[in-house]
């Protein structure tokens, strides 16, 4: 049963800690894509790779947010340091351009 | 302007009905269009897809796609209260393989 893979799938944090959320894309796919989802903004696409290469990641703030795929088979983001405005649901996705991605169960990140 | 659009509703039809959900783009590289359904504290997953001008169905959902106009609908016969949920729309690039979501609508069917 193939599917995306995230953890950890909750995190409460302190403002100023450091945040590795982590992500095992579906076997085969050339790209990951990760997403940021609140109420208020929905679902920002934040980074994505292809091919294990770096495609965009012009929606992340660049000062505290790194988004890298050591291997194809784990992508990391993490976040140094975390503020409060960093709560969300972080979502990972994966599939084959130009088809569809499918997502990760995704991160529910607290930052207090 | 948002690269995606949708009305965020809610969208409220009774039980058995048609539910008809739209959205624009603004990006004409846009080639692959997609509909998520999310329920609440889940992930999106992904219920149909299209790629080219017309209809496309399956099931109870019909997609439908003007590329001219630059328009993505989606249409859910016979409406179920399990139907309720947020639906997103999704476009891609394929030449940038960038897959933008739009804020989504919420769908609630009641009985």
């Known amino acids: 049963d193939a599917r995306v893979t995230q953890t950890p799938r909750h995190k409460v944090t302190e403002m100023g800690q450091e945040v590795t959320m982590r992500c095992q894309p579906i076997?085969?796919?050339?790209?990951v894509f990760w997403y940021r989802q609140t109420m208020m903004q929905g679902l920002e696409l934040l980074a994505y790779?292809?091919?294990?290469?770096?495609?965009?990641d012009s929606g992340m703030p660049k000062d505290r947010f790194s988004a890298e795929m050591p291997d194809a088979t784990l992508a990391t983001l993490k976040i140094q340091p975390s503020e409060p405005r960093d709560s969300a649901v972080y979502f990972c996705a994966s599939g084959l351009v130009p088809k569809a991605a499918f997502f990760g169960q995704g991160t529910r990140l607290t930052v207090v | 302007q948002k690269e995606v659009e949708q009305n965020s509703g809610p969208l409220s039809v009774p039980e058995g009905a048609i539910a008809s959900l739209n959205c624009t783009y603004s990006d004409r590289g846009s080639q692959s269009f997609f509909w998520y359904r999310q329920y609440s504290g889940k992930s999106p997953e992904l219920i149909m897809f299209i790629y080219s001008n017309g209809d496309k169905e399956d099931g109870r959902f019909t997609a439908q796609l003007n590329k001219a106009s630059q328009y993505v609908s989606l249409l859910i016969r016979d409406s179920q209260p399990s139907d309720s949920a947020t639906y997103l729309c999704?476009?891609?690039?394929?030449?940038?393989?960038?897959?933008?979501f739009g804020q989504g609508t919420t769908l609630q069917v009641k009985p």
């Open positions: 999704a476009v891609n690039d394929d030449n940038t393989g960038k897959l933008i």
């Open positions: 076997l085969g796919h050339n790209t």
């Open positions: 790779f292809r091919n294990r290469a770096p495609l965009d």
